[in-house]
């Protein structure tokens, strides 16, 4: 009878073991994650980069601005027929000056269409999509 009592004290010790083996584990598990500190030593403390001030941005800005209105294309685009020569931007500016000529004002015109018959040598122009006979420009 004393090897039975022996036998079950050793397998309730076995018990008490596995039953603990789970916290141990998850002993292990947190020691590893928090990393221990030595002492007399202070955290580590990141350091934080310095940040562009908001003027600065503003002035790179404003010279890539002006850098690419220096590299745009400036054309100019002519119409010629039978010996008559008209560029686009005359051709706008008289539409606008015969469309106050007429009673109306600058502010009024949204968008302006001019359209082209060299064979007339004229132009014909519709302001905010209406046209009329007499929105003609002779040239």
């Known amino acids: 009878m ?3 009592k022996k036998a079950s004290v050793k397998a309730a ?5 596995t039953a603990k083996a789970p916290e141990a584990v998850q002993e292990a598990a947190e020691e590893k994650k928090e990393p221990a500190k030595k002492p007399g030593r202070k955290p580590a403390v990141k ?23 220096a ?3 400036k054309a100019s685009v002519y119409i010629q027929f039978d010996g008559g ?11 606008k000056q015969a469309y106050v000529a007429l009673g ?5 015109i949204k968008t302006l269409d001019v359209y082209v ?6 132009a014909y122009y519709a302001v905010n999509g209406e046209g009329s006979e007499e929105f003609r420009i002779e040239y």
Request: glycine share 0%; aromatic share 0%.
């Open 2 to 4: 004393a090897a039975v």
């Open 13 to 17: 010790e076995v018990m008490e073991e």
């Open 47 to 69: 350091k934080e980069t310095a940040k562009e001030p908001a003027a600065k941005k503003e002035t790179a800005a404003k010279k890539e601005a002006a850098k690419k209105a």
């Open 71 to 73: 590299d745009e294309l």
């Open 85 to 95: 020569e008209a560029s686009v931007e005359t051709l706008v500016s008289a539409a």
């Open 104 to 108: 109306h004002k600058e502010e009024e």
């Open 117 to 122: 018959k060299p064979q007339e040598h004229a």
